[in-house]
């Protein structure tokens, strides 16, 4: 019986280990989206949480929210990334610009961009999208980008390894409480 118990619990823990790493309970620290008119950009870095001084990938998409022209209709509105854009970047760290990508034009919704921060902590990203505001306006749009060097990926080895020894206790539990019963 015991032999039972301990073979559910190794084939469990063998299934559930490869999700481990891809199983994610909430968004991404690092990812934000913020609407402006009727333009929303969304960031992401790849990995999630960044470390000082090592390059990681910096995801930009822009959407367009075209709403219906009538009030019975209002509510539908439809989303689809825009088909040309200009876009620039001014990255804050401690309130002074440490960093910018240079205004260039993009041809489809999404883009991504390779950068290093080299201090660890939070960092503003202002991202200008020109010639969508009002009159053809720059609007600007406002991202935080959170830096560790104390985690980086021993995070996700230490909630893999709790939620592994939670397991293990519970198995243990069990057998045990079977064994007393057993003698009983």
């Given at each position: 019986?015991?032999?039972?118990?301990?073979?559910?619990?190794?084939?469990?823990?063998?299934?559930?280990?490869?999700?481990i790493n891809y199983a994610s309970a909430h968004e991404n620290l690092n990812s934000g989206?913020?609407?402006?008119?009727?333009y929303e950009v969304q960031?992401?870095?790849?990995p999630e949480i960044p470390s000082a001084n090592q390059p990681f990938k910096l995801t930009f998409r822009v959407l367009n929210h075209q709403s219906s022209?009538?009030?019975l209709n209002s509510l539908?509105?439809?989303v689809s990334e825009v088909d040309h854009f200009r876009m620039g970047v001014r990255i804050y760290y401690n309130d002074n610009?440490?960093?910018?990508?240079?205004?260039?034009?993009?041809?489809?919704?999404?883009?991504?961009?390779?950068?290093?921060?080299h201090e660890s902590g939070n960092h503003i990203v202002n991202v200008d999208l020109y010639d969508v505001g009002p009159n053809g306006k720059?609007?600007?749009?406002?991202?935080?980008?959170?830096?560790?060097?104390?985690?980086?990926?021993?995070?996700?080895?230490?909630?893999?390894?709790?939620g592994i020894g939670c397991f293990v206790i519970l198995g243990w539990i069990l057998v045990t409480r079977k064994k007393v019963k057993s003698k009983h």
């Open positions: 019986m015991i032999n039972l118990h301990l073979s559910f619990f190794l084939a469990i823990g063998l299934l559930l280990f490869p999700a989206d913020e609407t402006l008119g009727n960031i992401a870095t790849d022209s009538n009030i539908n509105t439809q610009l440490v960093g910018t990508v240079p205004v260039q034009s993009f041809d489809g919704g999404e883009w991504s961009t390779s950068y290093v921060f720059t609007l600007t749009y406002t991202f935080n980008v959170s830096v560790l060097n104390i985690f980086g990926p021993m995070f996700q080895y230490i909630i893999s390894a709790g």
